[in-house]
């Protein structure tokens, strides 16, 4: 599973949701197979044809919701030989500049949650690869190029103390709570 693109290793997304992972793999080209899980992260693997014609070998996986459960899939699916793993999913917002439906892509992380600091010190910066960020950033260009989407980069703040939500997500209107 873990040997592919010619040794560089399957290129992992991580979505929070099963349902989501599986979403994931229906846009695979070929070759999709599934990997069952007894814990509920069943993973998806197969092949992906770029329109440039490269073949890229790509899996997805759950990690669940929160730092904690991502801190667990991507330390064993490291120690299992992945290579390249990539976070996706929904997020809030602390930036009065994005809105909802925006595309950020992170470069790094401010770490501000539990799991990271048995790793290295909470000073040590958290950052992409620059060459997978590069990617994203371009491929997100290309998927977008027609449509008015805002596509952002930037630092995220990581952390596991419970959601924060502006005023503008349908939660906080709901609750009428928000930082803004």
């Given amino acids: 599973y873990w040997l592919c693109n010619n040794g560089r290793g399957r290129f992992w997304i991580l979505p929070g949701s099963c349902d989501r992972a ?3 793999s229906d846009n695979y080209s070929r070759d999709v197979a599934v990997i069952p899980s007894p814990r509920g992260h069943d993973g998806y693997i197969g092949k992906y044809d770029a329109p440039d014609g490269t073949v890229v070998d790509i899996g997805v996986i759950s990690t669940g919701m929160g730092a904690p459960s991502v801190d667990i899939i991507a330390t064993e699916m490291i120690k299992l030989g992945a290579k390249a793993l990539v976070r996706v999913g929904t997020a809030g917002a602390m930036q009065k500049t994005l809105g909802i439906g925006d595309i950020v892509i992170a470069t790094g992380a401010v770490r501000d949650e539990g799991a990271p600091r048995h790793y290295m010190p ?7 690869s ?7 950033c371009s ?3 290309l998927q977008l190029e027609d449509e008015d989407e805002n596509i952002q980069g930037g630092a995220q703040w990581i952390y596991d103390a419970g959601p924060v939500h502006t005023k503008d997500s349908p939660m906080a209107r709901e609750f009428n709570s928000g930082p803004y």
Avoid: D
């Avoid at 909470?122 to 992409?128: D, Q």
């Avoid at 620059?130 to 994203?136: D, E, G, H, S």
């Fill in 22 to 24: 599986k979403q994931i």
């Fill in 122 to 128: 909470p000073e040590f910066p958290a950052l992409g």
């Fill in 130 to 136: 620059a060459a997978v960020v590069t990617a994203m």
């Fill in 139 to 141: 491929a997100a260009q």
